[in-house]
């Protein structure tokens, strides 16, 4: 079974508009982090955005927040008042156990284009 | 310097040949991961060391593909008889290992790899 799955492999959004990225994950260890990444065209990944399974509250930071569901096992990546530069492809990622170091679990990532 | 740093940032190489791309982590981290990601695709676990712990290996996707991390710092992948399905982009990260925390991986600018 896919440990991260994102269900929307490309899409556009007009700028200025909110965008959501799905991002559903499978696990059965209580402790886990969640995490998002921009790639890009060229190439770098920058990282956005992390969520811990026990945190009480969605992350935010800046124009980016996570509509964590613990229940559905799925976090969500809101960008709040796209901009042309969010282009990019966008990929979930999520770390189980407790460990930092322990290994990072990539989706397949969403396109997203934003329209002037 | 500050970053993950990758080299070389691009290889060419024949059918046949061995290759070895490297990769110098972040100064303290002790997380190190190995990705590869083909055009267009997600990331593809290869192979993590953290620490003195025993890598992870089980990305690897043949006994041609090895790995190696020397003094907890610089690692090399190393391929040996290249075919030309290994053309992609490998990308490395490294992290901090926290027992709480994020612990983000930071990634480098990748090798891309073509076999001709």
């Known amino acids: 079974a896919q440990k991260i799955t994102q269900t929307q492999p490309g899409m556009f959004v007009q700028e200025k508009e909110a965008v959501t990225l799905d991002c559903t994950y499978d696990?059965?260890?209580?402790?886990?982090?969640l995490f998002w990444y921009k790639q890009p065209s060229s190439g770098e990944m920058i990282f956005l955005i992390y969520?811990?399974?026990?945190?009480?509250q969605n992350a935010t930071e800046g124009r980016y927040s996570l509509n964590f569901q613990k229940a559905r096992k799925s976090a969500n990546l809101v960008i709040s008042a796209s901009q042309l530069g969010d282009s990019a492809m966008y990929f979930c990622a999520m770390r189980e156990g407790r460990a930092a170091g322990n290994k990072l679990t990539f989706g397949g990532g969403t396109r997203v284009l934003v329209k002037p | 310097g500050a970053g993950v740093s990758q080299s070389p940032s691009n290889k060419v190489t024949e059918k046949g040949k061995d290759v070895e791309l490297r990769c110098d982590p972040i100064s303290g981290h002790t997380a190190l991961y190995w990705y590869r990601q083909s055009l267009g695709q997600g990331l593809e676990f290869l192979i993590y060391f953290q620490g003195n712990s025993a890598p992870d290996k089980s990305g690897l996707p043949s006994d041609r593909f090895s790995a190696e991390r020397t003094g907890g710092s610089v690692s090399t992948l190393t391929i040996q008889r290249t075919q030309q399905e290994d053309s992609a982009v490998y990308l490395c990260?490294?992290?901090?290992?926290?027992?709480?925390?994020?612990?983000?991986?930071?990634f480098g600018q990748g090798t891309r790899l073509t076999v001709v």
């Open positions: 990260a490294s992290s901090l290992a926290l027992v709480r925390g994020r612990g983000e991986a930071f």
């Open positions: 969520q811990g399974s026990y945190d009480q």
């Open positions: 696990t059965s260890d209580p402790s886990y982090g």
